[in-house]
Structure formats: C-alpha cells, structure tokens
C-alpha cells in the first residue's frame, strides 16, 4: 500500500510543478484603469483564469494615445501568454494620419475576439460647462480663447469625434490630451475643465449622479446602455455620427492559429456567462462577440472606413 502511494505521489508531483511554475497570462490594457477597456479586460481575465486553471494578470500600459501598450504586446513572444484589449485610436486612426510614423498593429497583432461596443458621449461640468451642444458651439465662438476639452489621448476615437464636431460647426475647441477617460472626467466634474469626449462607462455613473451634463452621443444611434442621451446630430448637428466604437482581444502577430481559436471559443464562452453580461450591462456598453475571423474582417472594413474620415478631416 505505501509503495503504491509513493508511486501515486511520483506522478502526481511533476505536474502540479508544471502548473505552479507556468508562467500567467497578462492583459494589458493602454489605458488608465476605470474606463470601459479596463473593466472588460478584468471580467475576460477572470473568466480565462477559471476556465483555464491558469494564473491571469492585467496591466494598465499607458501612452501614446492607447498605443503604447499594443506596441509593447506586438513585440512579445507569440505564444497566447500575452494578449491586449485595443481600441479605434491606435489600430484604426494612427495609421492613417498624414506623415504617420505609427506602426500598422493591425498588421503586427492577430484579432481574437470582438468583446463589447461602447459609446463616445461629450460631457460637460453642470456648473461652469455649456448647457447643450448649441450651447457649446455658441460658446466656443463667443469666447476668443474658445472652448478647451479633453478626450483619451491624441489622435484616440473620442479626440476625432471632437475635431470633426469642430469642422461640421465651426465651434472654436482647443484639445487637452488625457491618459484615459477616468482622469479626464475627474477634472470636468472638478471643473478643471469645462468639458470632454469620454467613453461613457467612465462618465455614465456621474451623469446619473447629476455630477456631469451629457450633451451627445457621438454615435449615429442611440447607445442601448443609455438611451436617454440623445445623439449629437439630434442636438442640432445633422448627419454627424460614425458607427460605436469597440474593444476588442489581440494576441502578438504569428501566434498559432490553434492558440487563437482556443482563446477566441473561451471567450465567447465568459462573454456568455450572466455575471460578465451584468459586469457589461455596468460598464455601459454592449456585448459584441466576434470570433476571429469575423473581427479581422470588421477591423479591415473599419479602417477602410477610417482612412477616408481621417483623408476628409486632415485636408
């Protein structure tokens, strides 16, 4: 009997060695952490830690407008260990700028999986803001100085909505660069700055809380998550709008297709569980599950798509 639990022990030992010193898997995330990009990479590494016995860290990498981090994870080895979550900025607008020295991460990251769509909302301080979009154009072309705002980065989703508001209006905007959303909307609800295009996980809770005004949407629709917030085309800007934005799941380019499906099946798997739906029912956003495949083909559209935007803006 004692030799048969040696023996048991003999098998047993090497491969719980092999598990504890497995090395994690780490999200890294571009932003600073409070935003919609930071909650759904914690719900996905969550869900990847139970279902796949495995240690998953996330890491708030931030810079460059969201693109600091991506350019870190296309450098590492591609072997599934190190994923990203991206957004429009760096994978769909840097490349298209004129002069752009960006690199093309759609070409240096493989897509995993479409998670969530979120809304860009311009949201101003209730006290010292402008009171609705109109009012914000007005403003910004009464005042010499004009109307300072802050977005997630340059050159990010929520800075382009702003300075295509200004070519549509003519409204007189100067751009105050943040390292995400959360920071930003402190200083507007502080009234540090009168106003800001956020995502709007960010800013959702603090309209509701009456801490912030909502002034639009940047989206063509409504947002499911927050229905009431009327578009900015609907607050007197016809035709303005571009389809919600998104984060999606990235692994280093030339990582095995095999690794990437597996990592795409668990996901949609987490994305389907009822506390992930409740964790992006709170983020404010969407859930928008695309497999691989489908999301490699979304983004090559999109950026097509992008590409003439940023041609039309920058002329």
Same mark, same amino acid.
Not at 69 to 97: M, Q, R, Y
């Given at each position: 009997?004692?030799?048969?639990?040696?023996?048991?022990?003999?098998?047993?030992?090497?491969?719980?060695?092999?598990?504890?010193?497995?090395?994690? +898997?780490?999200?890294?995330?571009?932003?600073?952490?409070?935003?919609?990009?930071?909650?759904?990479?914690?719900?996905?590494?969550?869900?990847?830690?139970?279902?796949?016995?495995?240690? *998953? %860290?996330?890491?708030? =990498?931030?810079?460059?407008?969201? =693109?600091?981090? @991506?350019?870190?994870?296309?450098?590492?080895?591609?072997? /599934?260990?190190?994923?990203?979550?991206?957004?429009?900025?760096?994978? @769909?607008?840097?490349? !298209?700028?004129?002069?752009?020295?960006?690199?093309?991460?759609?070409?240096? @990251?493989?897509?995993?999986?479409?998670?969530?769509?979120?809304?860009?909302? *311009? &949201?101003?301080?209730?006290?010292?803001?402008?009171?609705? +979009?109109?009012?914000?154009?007005?403003?910004?072309?009464?005042?010499?100085?004009? @109307?300072?705002?802050?977005?997630? /980065?340059?050159?990010?989703?929520?800075?382009?909505?702003?300075?295509?508001?200004?070519?549509?209006?003519?409204?007189?905007?100067?751009?105050?660069?943040?390292?995400?959303?959360?920071?930003?909307?402190?200083?507007? +609800?502080?009234?540090? +700055?009168?106003?800001?295009?956020?995502? $709007?996980?960010?800013? #959702?809770? !603090?309209?509701?809380?009456?801490?912030?005004?909502?002034?639009?949407?940047?989206?063509?629709?409504? =947002?499911?998550?927050?229905?009431?917030?009327?578009?900015?085309?609907?607050?007197?800007?016809? /035709?303005?709008?571009?389809?919600?934005?998104? $984060?999606?799941?990235?692994?280093?380019? /030339?990582?095995?297709?095999? &690794? *990437?499906?597996?990592? =795409?099946?668990?996901?949609?798997?987490?994305?389907?569980?009822?506390? %992930?739906?409740?964790?992006?029912?709170?983020?404010?956003?969407?859930?928008? #599950?695309?497999?691989?495949?489908?999301?490699?083909?979304?983004?090559?559209?999109?950026?097509?798509?992008?590409?003439? *935007?940023?041609?039309?803006?920058?002329?």
């Amino acid at each position: 009997m004692r030799v048969g639990w040696i023996l048991l022990l003999a098998l047993l030992l090497p491969a719980a060695a092999s598990a504890q010193n497995q090395k994690p +898997i780490r999200i890294i995330v571009p932003f600073a952490p409070g935003a919609s990009a930071d909650g759904i990479a914690r719900a996905i590494a969550t869900g990847l830690g139970e279902r796949m016995g495995r240690t *998953v %860290v996330v890491e708030n =990498s931030v810079g460059a407008g969201g =693109s600091l981090g @991506l350019i870190n994870v296309a450098k590492s080895s591609p072997d /599934g260990d190190t994923l990203a979550v991206g957004a429009t900025g760096a994978l @769909l607008i840097n490349p !298209h700028l004129p002069s752009s020295t960006a690199p093309d991460l759609l070409r240096e @990251l493989a897509p995993v999986a479409k998670l969530i769509e979120v809304g860009v909302v *311009v &949201v101003a301080n209730p006290t010292v803001g402008p009171k609705s +979009i109109k009012d914000l154009i007005a403003q910004s072309k009464a005042r010499p100085e004009g @109307l300072s705002y802050g977005s997630t /980065g340059v050159y990010t989703g929520q800075h382009i909505t702003m300075e295509l508001l200004k070519k549509a209006t003519g409204a007189n905007l100067t751009h105050v660069p943040y390292r995400g959303s959360a920071p930003a909307v402190v200083d507007v +609800i502080a009234g540090q +700055i009168p106003l800001a295009a956020v995502d $709007i996980t960010s800013a #959702y809770p !603090h309209v509701a809380a009456g801490r912030l005004r909502a002034l639009g949407m940047g989206e063509t629709k409504r =947002s499911a998550a927050a229905p009431e917030i009327p578009t900015i085309a609907e607050e007197g800007v016809p /035709g303005f709008g571009r389809v919600g934005g998104f $984060i999606g799941l990235f692994a280093p380019a /030339g990582t095995p297709p095999a &690794v *990437v499906k597996k990592l =795409s099946a668990e996901v949609a798997e987490i994305l389907k569980t009822p506390a %992930v739906q409740a964790n992006v029912k709170a983020l404010t956003a969407t859930v928008a #599950y695309e497999d691989d495949a489908s999301s490699a083909s979304f983004l090559a559209g999109e950026s097509e798509r992008w590409k003439v *935007v940023i041609k039309d803006l920058f002329k």
